[in-house]
């Protein structure tokens, strides 16, 4: 039997939605030669990761590893596939292979971050196959919420790989290239050792349904309407978007785009052929000098994100318009879990205003991207692969998509962040465990989950914060009294003195028992007039703070 096998490798995007990353190796143990498909992020919340700009899979093991990886494919332009390539390339640094419309959106990021743009390679769709060292792999047009989605057929010497990406089964998707049934059996003719399966919608009973639906809905919304008319949608979901603008042309209004990511979307469309027929749009500044009843902004922020578009027109003016009494504003979308009280406040704000809402729970506004459970038999049906590994999900989901393969009779397993599979057999075996975790793009400088930042954060915003400064003699004599500085903390507390004038006295009278001994050691010293403040704002005010002592002395 041959010592080489085929490894699958998530580390990220397996037990979660977001931030996917997804390797796969061939060779020896230990001297894989390695792909990786996608490289997305995941988006922080003030509750867990306060401050921080954007969340990513921690690449460790990989940048070990660098010199076994032959490239990374992205299936899409979702963020959490796409997100995370600019700024792990200078880690990385192997080529970065996508379709035109996907590596036009790969290159703008790389630009951005002061990478080669050539980096990016832009492959055709299957047939057409890029061969990295023992993989063979070509992108397979599939349908998904965003223009030019791919599957991925990845070949290698143990056999046939199947990489479902993100995936509906839409036979009329409006922009990019509808789910062909035909084209998985023919893929699937040989066998397939394994398919890696969106499992995003697992849980939902019902067949999807067709983006081609919306269009005579959101038309009749459109044309009822008596105000002014915004609609927020995904920047990404260009046929959405389309819908949207279509719906309101033959309304007879004049549509505006507003948010940097949904021109950004519609440029790259038009720059890459995916989108050749959108309406016509006016700007900004043309449309506040039209009738009310006759505009249509097409806006991004359609997650309750607070500095987009749809965000700043709930707070009051954008760009030079204004939401009034009796517009209408749609929720073409659905709120990922997680986003509900950014979405719910814009909500509120808008209907303070007097702003109608209307949102996709009536189920004629909006479509999902992904495949129900129906849609994933389907898949299943025609691929009938040998294994059956869910990815694309939490863990809930996983689990429930990995029984669903096992009733129907295929290999499964429940699979997550750093479970290295081997693939090589009949049935996926762990092979070892890796230590995966996140991390943080936070300003300008990326940091580690463990580093202890972020936990700080969290600590001061929780428990306020206390600056003790106290100043010793070349004598290791106490000069004058400590002070405090305090933040986010109640001023006055059970003594009714103030908290700093409390804080001092305790503090003063921890310095004047203190002896020599500590007085002369900075870390006792610390230690202690810390104990002491924690203490001392406890008494008063039931909280313990964070503290942060300055010991100066006088040499």
Not at 389 to 409: A, D, W
């Amino acid at each position: 039997m041959s010592t080489e096998r085929l490894i699958y490798l998530p580390l990220g995007g397996a037990g979660e939605i977001g931030m996917n990353a997804y390797v796969y190796g061939y060779g020896k143990p230990g001297k894989e030669r390695l792909i990786l498909v996608d490289l997305g992020v995941a988006f922080p919340d003030m509750d867990s990761t306060p401050g921080v700009d954007l969340i990513m899979p921690d690449m460790t093991w990989l940048q070990e590893r660098a010199g076994q990886l032959e490239g990374i494919f992205i299936t899409h332009a979702h963020e959490d596939h796409i997100g995370g390539v600019a700024h792990m390339y200078g880690k990385l640094n192997v080529p970065i292979y996508a379709r035109a419309f996907t590596a036009n959106i790969a290159r703008r990021k790389m630009k951005e971050h002061g990478h080669p743009e050539e980096a990016v390679r832009t492959v055709s769709a299957w047939p057409e196959v890029t061969k990295l060292g023992p993989f063979s792999i070509g992108v397979v047009p599939i349908s998904h919420s965003v223009p030019e989605s791919g599957g991925l057929v990845i070949d290698t010497p143990a056999g046939r790989v199947l990489h479902s990406g993100d995936f509906k089964t839409d036979p009329t998707p409006i922009v990019g290239e509808p789910f062909d049934p035909a084209v998985w059996t023919e893929l699937s003719k040989g066998g397939v050792q394994a398919l890696m399966c969106d499992s995003t919608n697992v849980f939902s009973p019902n067949p999807g349904r067709s983006e081609l639906e919306l269009g005579p809905e959101i038309t009749k919304l459109v044309q009822d309407a008596k105000g002014m008319v915004v609609a927020t949608t995904f920047a990404s979901n260009v046929a959405r978007v389309k819908t949207l603008a279509e719906a309101g042309e033959r309304a007879g209004r004049s549509v505006v785009l507003l948010g940097r990511a949904m021109q950004r979307m519609i440029e790259a469309s038009v720059e890459t052929g995916v989108l050749t027929d959108f309406p016509s749009v006016v700007s900004p500044e043309e449309a506040t000098q039209m009738p009310r009843e006759n505009v249509m902004l097409l806006v991004t922020g359609s997650q309750g994100e607070r500095r987009a578009a749809s965000a700043q027109l709930a707070r009051g003016k954008y760009r030079g318009l204004q939401l009034k009494e009796g517009d209408l504003f749609l929720f073409s979308s659905k709120t990922i879990p997680g986003n509900e009280k950014g979405v719910i406040s814009i909500m509120n704000q808008l209907s303070e205003k007097g702003v109608d809402i209307v949102d996709d729970s009536s189920g004629l506004y909006h479509v999902s991207g992904h495949a129900n459970r129906p849609d994933l038999e389907t898949l299943h049906d025609l691929v009938k692969p040998k294994m059956l590994i869910p990815m694309h999900g939490e863990h809930r989901h996983l689990r429930e998509h990995s029984r669903l393969g096992i009733s129907k009779g295929m290999a499964s397993a429940v699979v997550v962040n750093g479970m290295m599979m081997d693939l090589t057999g009949d049935t996926p075996e762990v092979a070892e465990y890796v230590d995966t975790g996140r991390t943080y793009l936070d300003g300008s400088v990326k940091v580690g989950a463990m580093d202890g930042i972020v936990r700080d954060r969290i600590r001061m915003a929780l428990n306020g914060h206390v600056v003790v400064t106290v100043i010793l003699d070349e004598e290791d004599e106490p000069l004058g009294e400590p002070w405090c500085d305090i933040k986010g903390l109640a001023e006055t507390g059970r003594s009714k003195d103030g908290l700093v004038e409390t804080l001092e006295k305790d503090l003063n009278q921890f310095l004047t028992r203190s002896n020599k001994k500590t007085l002369r050691d900075d870390d006792k010293l610390e230690e202690g007039l810390r104990r002491v403040a924690r203490q001392s704002a406890n008494n008063e005010i039931g909280k313990k703070p964070e503290v942060t002592v300055v010991v100066s002395r006088m040499r």
